[in-house]
Nanobody, 120 residues
């Protein structure tokens, strides 16, 4: 069974920052695109950011300029740096290993999710 393990969620105030991490086994990381998704209460899950196997990135419009996705291929880890957080960023964030090298590939493996709450 392939397990992705997220960490770094928590409670922060508006305007603050958080960094999420997601560690994956080599079979779910090497040569694959990775992505971060989020799901807020009562809303559908959405793709927030994705990074291809070669490092190209893509973001949903609502986080452009505030969030940065990156990957460390030596640690099989993908990160999501979230700056200038807003209350509307509150959600459960999950990382996913995509089927192929492109960030347009569909997700195949998932982490368990980590809660991010932005509130004053």
């Amino acid at each position: 069974q392939v397990r992705l393990v997220e960490s770094g969620g928590g409670l922060v105030q508006p305007g603050e920052s958080l960094r999420l991490s997601c560690a994956a086994p080599d079979t779910a990381f090497s040569g694959r695109a990775m992505a971060w998704y989020r799901q807020a209460p009562g809303k559908e899950r959405e793709s927030v950011a994705a990074i291809s196997a070669s490092g190209a990135t893509d973001y949903v419009d609502s986080v452009k300029g505030r969030f940065t996705i990156s990957r460390d291929n030596t640690k099989n880890t993908v990160y999501l740096q979230m700056n200038s957080l807003k209350p509307e960023d509150t959600a459960v964030y999950s990382c996913a290993s995509l089927v192929g090298r492109s960030y347009l590939s569909p997700p195949q493996y998932w982490g368990q999710g980590t809660q991010v709450t932005v509130s004053s």
